[in-house]
């Protein structure tokens, strides 16, 4: 919620390289400081337009934690080529990488295990 629009549209996939960048620029607090899951166990709730994305409060559940002092941050944004040989040389030299992709109705209709 923090990141506004420009991580946005989070429930049609999002934009990963804001979210990243996000977190390089403003940080982002410990779960402890703002679970993902409220108190019940249940995530926040679906998406636009039925439900409204949540307010950006930026206090800690624990009003014994400072949100300030609560974050963690990247260290940089980057993309990499799409070409396999250029995501296997990165991986080698920086490690993990995230991957997007878009995905089309027409995975609706394929079978386990492509399919939940």
């Given at each position: 919620?923090?990141?506004g629009?420009?991580c946005?549209?989070?429930?049609d996939?999002?934009?990963?390289?804001?979210?990243?960048?996000?977190l390089?620029?403003?940080g982002?607090?410990?779960?402890e400081?703002?679970?993902?899951?409220?108190?019940?166990?249940?995530s926040?709730?679906?998406c636009?337009?039925?439900?409204?994305?949540?307010?950006?409060?930026?206090?800690c559940?624990?009003?014994n934690?400072l949100?300030?002092?609560?974050?963690?941050?990247?260290?940089?944004a980057?993309?990499?080529?799409?070409?396999?040989?250029?995501?296997?040389?990165e991986?080698?030299?920086?490690?993990?990488?995230?991957?997007?992709?878009?995905?089309?109705?027409?995975t609706e209709s394929?079978?386990?295990?492509?399919?939940?």
């Open positions: 919620a923090c990141c629009f420009l946005g549209s989070g429930c996939g999002g934009y990963p390289i804001y979210a990243w960048r996000y390089a620029s403003h982002v607090v410990t779960e400081c703002d679970p993902y899951f409220d108190q019940t166990g249940c926040h709730p679906g636009e337009p039925a439900y409204r994305t949540p307010k950006c409060v930026k206090k559940v624990n009003g934690q949100w300030k002092k609560s974050k963690y941050y990247g260290v940089k980057y993309r990499v080529n799409s070409d396999p040989q250029d995501i296997m040389a991986v080698y030299k920086n490690g993990p990488v995230e991957v997007a992709f878009s995905v089309y109705e027409v394929f079978s386990p295990p492509f399919c939940n």
